[in-house]
């Protein structure tokens, strides 16, 4: 079956690093996602991985190991604007004319203390 | 730069009402898709569609309506509202994999309420 597996909720404090886990099983694999939503908005892509190895952005990286059906999400310097839920999504290879359809785990609410 | 443009934004229903919730992109992007946001649920795909005249199923299909006539709208129809249905509603556009960036642009969301 498909299952994408993220914590519920994580704090951090201003100025910190965090990591924000993702484990997932599905039928194939083509790809996966992380976005930001802050409460009330629309999700926003933050950054892609299809290969093993990280994705610098910044302030953001991601993480893959296709291996282990695993990837992270690490925030450097929080800050209180970080304060958000965190999506994983996993595109399974399958379906969607074999494109792929896009499967998203329930999120992380990442709450950003002074 | 319009992007993802979802109308409209809040909505309340009568149980047993029909409506339509309209999507339009302007990046002539090929797949669209419609999800549904629940508390604790992340977001479940309800209908998808790979291009013009092209539309199937996502995970929770039932109760929802869609069709795809042009590149650019991509409807989606409640055909008899249930208080179930209640929910936050998204949708969403993108390349297909392999022609260029392939994230999903989403619209700002529809709140909808059935009573």
């Known amino acids: 079956g498909q299952n994408i597996d993220q914590p519920t909720e994580m704090t951090a404090t201003e100025g910190a690093i965090v990591q924000i886990n993702c484990t997932y099983q599905?039928?194939?694999?083509?790809?996966l996602f992380w976005y930001q939503q802050h409460a009330g908005e629309a999700p926003t892509f933050l950054s892609y991985n299809v290969l093993d190895g990280l994705e610098e952005k910044g302030r953001f990286s991601s993480f893959l190991s296709r291996s282990k059906g695993y990837s992270y999400l690490l925030l450097k310097e929080l800050q209180m604007k970080d304060s958000a839920s965190y999506l994983c999504a996993v595109r399974d290879g399958r379906g969607y004319n074999q494109g792929g359809k896009l499967i998203f785990g329930q999120g992380t609410e990442l709450s950003v203390k002074p | 730069n319009a992007g993802v443009t979802q109308t409209p934004k809040f909505q309340v229903l009568k149980t047993g009402q029909s409506m339509t919730l309209q999507c339009a992109q302007d990046?002539?992007?090929?797949?669209m898709s419609w999800y549904r946001q629940d508390p604790g649920m992340g977001l479940r795909l309800i209908h998808y569609?790979?291009?013009?005249?092209?539309?199937d199923q996502g995970e929770v299909p039932n109760g929802y309506n869609v069709s795809r006539s042009t590149t650019e709208d991509f409807p989606l129809r409640l055909l008899s509202a249930a208080p179930s249905q209640t929910s936050v509603y998204f949708c969403?556009?993108?390349?297909?994999?392999?022609?260029?960036?392939?994230?999903?642009?989403f619209g700002q969301g529809t709140r909808l309420t059935v009573v």
């Open positions: 569609s790979v291009g013009a005249g092209i539309t």
């Open positions: 969403a556009s993108s390349y297909p994999p392999g022609q260029g960036a392939t994230e999903a642009f």
């Open positions: 990046m002539n992007h090929e797949y």
């Open positions: 599905t039928s194939g694999f083509n790809g």
